[in-house]
């Protein structure tokens, strides 16, 4: 984790009780970086700084390697491009390489952080906008899931290097990111488009209107869409759709029911509609999909 010069000597790089840290030796991540599968993602370091007091990096011209912190507890700041953010407990934030950017813990409650560097040619669409996360602070669902992996990664990176180790550590990462980036787009317990996607759930042998819907959760149509195209990538009704099809297509692969009978099952009064529907999200009929052999 290289560093301008720190303008206080409160502030410190490193060194706290009980901290881990993995540096990956240059000619080695440089192999990495032009091996076959870990190219696409290969961490240069990761660590562990509990209660890290004083904790700050300054970086005017920016890092090589995109840089990924998890608060755990506690809290700090982090300013990327002159604007400022707060990292809370369950919260992480994705530093693009070669933006400016500033991060400190808080003075009151220093933070627990996990974090890596990491370069790649996944790495930018992996922590930037994939899935539509809006900003580059995200709040966690799965913590103990992702300080799991991190524990993992920053495990296999404290061991005597290899080929075999870095391919490895890219593989966790990789997963470590994506599971990052999904947790970021996905409704909070509670929220209204997780109570919307419930609803839709439990209803999936009828038929909601996007207004109902919305009314259910008091959201406007207009920004109860927006969220669900944010977190899925279509409208609700899309999203019903979908929760349609797999039903179907569980009742197809595991019940003997006429074609018709799983259409009314899935609230479709009309079984030619419900065959044309299933050919168009499947590419094939309801009967020729249950022919198809599987496993």
Not at 52 to 58: K, S, T
Not at 154 to 175: C, D, F, K, N
Request: glycine share 8%.
């Amino acid at each position: 984790m290289d560093e301008t010069p720190l303008s206080a000597p409160s502030h410190r790089a490193e060194g706290f009780a009980n901290q881990r840290l993995a540096v990956v030796p240059r000619p080695q991540l440089d192999a990495a970086a032009r091996a076959a599968g870990a190219r696409h993602l290969v961490v240069s370091d990761a660590g562990y700084f509990p209660v890290a007091a004083g904790h700050r990096r300054a970086r005017p011209n920016g890092s090589p390697e995109t840089i990924v912190i998890v608060c755990v507890a506690g809290s700090g700041r982090v300013c990327i491009a002159d604007t400022d953010h707060a990292l809370v407990p369950g919260s992480w934030v994705a530093i693009p390489a070669g933006i400016p950017h500033e991060y400190q813990a808080s003075e009151a409650t220093p933070w627990t952080i996990w974090w890596l560097h990491a370069r790649g040619t996944d790495i930018a669409e992996l922590t930037g906008p994939l899935l539509g996360r809006p900003q580059p602070v995200a709040r966690l669902r799965s913590i103990d899931r992702v300080v799991a992996l991190f524990d993992e990664l920053v495990t296999l990176l404290e061991r005597r290097p290899s080929p075999a180790q870095q391919l490895a550590a890219s593989g966790i990462a990789w997963h470590l990111l994506a599971r990052l980036s999904v947790d970021a787009v996905q409704p909070a317990d509670g929220s209204p488009l997780e109570r919307a996607m419930r609803y839709l759930e439990a209803r999936v042998d009828g038929t909601v209107s996007v207004a109902e819907l919305a009314a259910i959760v008091g959201l406007s149509p207009s920004h109860l869409g927006t969220q669900f195209r944010r977190a899925t990538g279509g409208g609700p009704g899309a999203f019903h759709t979908s929760l349609k099809m797999a039903r179907a297509r569980s009742l197809l692969d595991t019940t003997t029911m006429p074609v018709t009978a799983v259409a009314s099952a899935v609230g479709y009064a009309d079984p030619l509609y419900f065959s044309r529907s299933f050919r168009r999200v499947h590419g094939v009929s309801p009967t020729s999909y249950r022919a198809q052999r599987k496993g």
